[in-house]
């Protein structure tokens, strides 16, 4: 097989290469009309072409957002090889050397079994040592129905376009061409449908065209149809275009010029927890692990299978991803602890200039310099924090990495994580698809020793999960707990404090000036200071944290449990994996409505 990806590293975040899926069904000669299948060739070659027109055309608007790598393996033909439209799509690919990938329902030496003639298999075998990419999926001929099914299923899942072959009937048998093209109009995926018959004009079938965009739920004849000509470009656009809002191209643009710092000198978290008794501070707050190390740990999981190459560029773009996550998570959260304890040190050393000058006789004027530099740190940290934008940074770099982690159990299994069709409105959600897209489909035989070895990593991976929200939920409730404690002592304080005073003064005793002072300064300081771990307590929502966690750490540990229990088979572990995607993305959607409104403010 040939292999033409390539890895390169940059110094900063990396960029997708563009890429495009095009999918084939379509029915075998015996559904072709006599000397048909020349014509469905040539339709198809036709088809190739313009689409390639289409993407170097996307490309060139909007090769800012891509990799500076624009060439023919940009687009992808996934074909299953069988006998007709299958083979027709194949060659087409060869021909202008686009890149093949294919999508086998059994081991080769048992799907040549299904040509007739030697000269068939002798091309089929001939294909075979010209493919970028063959995933070979564990179909037995005691259940060939499903063994078909699930490889158009996968063409399906991988299929950015469908070209679908079809000569308007009902399908033979399971994963027919009817069957898939009816699936890819539920799934909002365009069909390029080119009349087996040779009697209609090739035509785009897709919810997205027109007015009545992205419609789910309906059937192929209620969908709207145009000719090929008339909007292949626009859709291929509309398909591989980043983000139109400003906002967001403004953020992803700041992301991929973003560069790494190998030092964090905001260790305001680390000697909060240490405060807390949660963990001492340790040198990984000062020097915390690089894009690289990251990528390394996460192309590492699973006994190799993500060290190749192939999926080198995911594993750098979660490098990336997760580094800075971690960075602007302690940057925001420093900010944010920061602002409240400077805005009640201002008031405690407004109270405490009093009770120096009356005991020792200092001057004022340090106490009031002091406290100005306090609320110039607080506006400072805001302006600065606001304007560099920490707490979109954090939430966008976590989204990010989140997506591509659950994507790497589906992609070794041959699949696609969930929502993947439709318009993107965000930059990280197009980003992620981007990197997903260009680095296709999985190579390799999914046999019952591959399917072990992904079940393992499924579970292990699942298993780190339930351990890091496990916790991740003590530290939560540790931290809330104390800062709670906390702010109840000062409260307690400064209710002794008022209460002695007022006691003196019912008993008619009158306190020297210098106490007097002193009840006044405490008065006003403590409770300053029992504000300030309330307002960190109520934007870290620190029992907040914990309850999604611990919510997220027994759902995920009830998926383990149930994927223990069944056996190492594709059907299954696929439906673990989806599982498992929705379950971690559901945890980090929840997660970022709940951070989204807490940004970086002045106290008050």
Not at 66 to 78: G, Y
Not at 250 to 276: C, D, I, T
Not at 441 to 460: F, V, Y
């Amino acid at each position: 097989m040939v292999d033409s990806e390539k890895n390169t590293t940059t110094p900063h975040p990396p960029k997708p290469r563009i890429a495009l899926s095009i999918g084939v069904v379509g029915h075998r000669p015996n559904r072709l009309p006599e000397g048909g299948q020349e014509s469905v060739a040539r339709e198809i070659d036709l088809v190739l072409d313009h689409i390639l027109g289409a993407v170097e055309s996307a490309y060139a608007c909007h090769k800012i957002a891509f990799e500076n790598d624009s060439d023919h393996s940009a687009v992808t033909v996934l074909s299953a090889l069988a006998e007709g439209a299958d083979r027709a799509a194949a060659q087409g690919a060869l021909k202008r050397n686009l890149s093949l990938a294919a999508v086998l329902p059994f081991p080769p030496e048992e799907y040549e079994k299904d040509f007739e003639t030697s000269s068939s298999r002798e091309e089929f075998n001939k294909i075979l040592n010209q493919l970028h990419r063959q995933l070979v999926l564990p179909g037995t001929r005691e259940k060939e129905d499903r063994a078909y099914e699930s490889a158009g299923i996968t063409i399906l899942d991988h299929s950015d376009i469908l070209l679908a072959v079809w000569d308007g009937g009902a399908s033979a048998g399971r994963g027919g061409t009817t069957e898939l093209i009816e699936r890819a109009a539920r799934d909002s995926i365009p069909v390029v449908y080119v009349d087996a018959n040779g009697k209609e004009p090739t035509r785009i079938i897709w919810s997205g065209l027109g007015s009545r965009r992205f419609m789910t739920g309906i059937v192929l004849e209620d969908l709207p149809t145009t000719s090929l000509d008339e909007s292949l470009d626009a859709v291929v656009m509309e398909l591989l275009r980043p983000p139109s809002s400003e906002t967001e191209a403004s953020h992803m643009a700041g992301y991929l010029q973003e560069k790494w710092n190998p030092r964090n000198y905001w260790l305001v978290v680390p000697l909060l927890m240490g405060l807390f008794g949660v963990r001492k501070p340790r040198m990984g707050d000062l020097l915390p692990a690089g894009p690289d190390e990251l990528a390394d740990g996460f192309a590492g999981t699973g006994k190799g299978m993500l060290t190749d190459r192939v999926f080198r560029p995911a594993a750098d773009a979660y490098g990336w991803a997760d580094a800075f996550a971690i960075r602007y998570a302690q940057i925001f959260r420093g900010a944010y602890i920061a602002n409240f304890i400077l805005a009640a040190l201002a008031v405690v050393l407004a109270a405490g200039s009093l009770i120096a000058k009356q005991f020792w006789g200092l001057p004022k004027w340090p106490f009031v310099l002091a406290e100005l530099i306090c609320i110039a740190g607080v506006i400072m940290i805001t302006v600065v924090g606001r304007r560099r934008n920490w707490h979109g940074r954090w939430l966008q770099a976590r989204e990010v990495a989140e997506r591509l982690r659950v994507a790497a159990p589906m992609w070794l299994l041959g699949q696609r994580p969930a929502g993947f069709s439709g318009d993107e409105p965000t930059w990280t959600g197009w980003y992620v698809r981007a990197q997903i897209r260009a680095i296709g489909l999985s190579s390799g035989t999914l046999a019952t020793e591959r399917l072990s070895d992904i079940k393992a990593m499924l579970t292990d991976g699942i298993k780190d999960q339930c351990a890091y929200h496990a916790r991740n939920a003590t530290v939560m409730n540790t931290v809330k707990h104390r800062a709670e404690r906390l702010g109840e002592v000062f409260f307690v304080l400064t209710f002794l404090v008022v209460a002695a005073y007022l006691v003196c003064m019912m008993l008619g005793l009158k306190l020297p000036d210098p106490w007097s002072y002193t009840v006044t300064a405490l008065s006003a300081g403590l409770p300053a200071m029992g504000s300030a771990t309330y307002g960190i307590r109520l934007i870290g929502d620190f029992e907040g944290v914990a309850e999604r966690s611990q919510r997220t750490g027994a759902a995920l540990k009830e998926i383990g449990d149930d994927l223990g229990a069944s056996p190492p088979e594709l059907v299954p572990l696929r439906t673990a994996a989806t599982v498992v995607s929705e379950t971690m993305l559901g945890d980090v959607s929840h997660w970022r409505l709940a951070s989204a409104n807490r940004k970086l403010a002045i106290p008050g």
